[in-house]
């Protein structure tokens, strides 16, 4: 459902009403995109669709904090880059708390989880998340952070509590290995 931004903005002013149509028509308009930032942290769908209620949940009890209603400019980019940032701060929590250690690469082919492709619709995304699932799990959470989120290394060190340099590393890993991956699957 594409909400244009005069619908959001009268939705986000009853979510902060705590109007129930509201925050439904929120969580419908909103889950799709969500659960795409999720499941590229968190690869087994059941996990992800935890992690996106767990997000709504966040979203909903700060949605008084979210500032873009009081100015001007585009209502929507700001708020999918507001819920956005929450949806990857709660995978990122997720896999802290299953002790993934983000100072080295422990997670083998073997143990990533396949993801669910019936939500993503073009062949093109297709072959990205597979590729993205290939990547062991740390690579995979500083690529996602830094080339889709928009983290910076500063930002990331932070959330992951890992020195800037580590970042940068697994970032250039990640890319080498999507590199090889991405030639071995396509140019073939």
């Known amino acids: 459902m594409a909400l244009s931004g005069e619908a959001l903005e009268l939705i986000l002013k ?28 968190v690869s087994d769908v059941h996990f992800a669709e935890e992690l996106v209620n767990d997000s709504f949940i966040k979203i909903f009890n700060n949605i008084s904090t979210f500032n873009a209603l009081r100015q001007a400019g585009d209502i929507t980019a700001s ?3 507001w819920v956005a940032k929450i949806a990857s701060r709660t995978a990122i929590d997720f896999l802290r708390r299953k002790r993934i250690d983000f100072g080295r690469d422990e997670v083998t082919d073997a143990q990533v989880a396949s993801i669910n492709y019936t939500d993503v619709h073009s062949s093109e995304a297709k072959d990205i998340l597979k590729l993205l699932n290939e990547l062991p799990q740390t690579q995979k959470a500083i690529f996602n952070l830094y080339e889709i989120e928009g983290f910076t290394h500063q930002e990331i060190s932070g959330l992951l509590k890992i020195p800037e340099n580590v970042s940068r590393s697994y970032l250039s890993r990640a890319k080498t290995k999507l590199k090889a991956l991405y030639s071995e699957n396509f140019n073939a």
């Open 14 to 41: 009853g979510c902060q009403n705590n109007i129930e149509h509201h925050k439904e028509a929120l969580y419908k308009g909103f889950y799709g995109y969500l659960k795409g930032v999720v499941i590229r942290y």
């Open 79 to 81: 708020f999918k880059a």
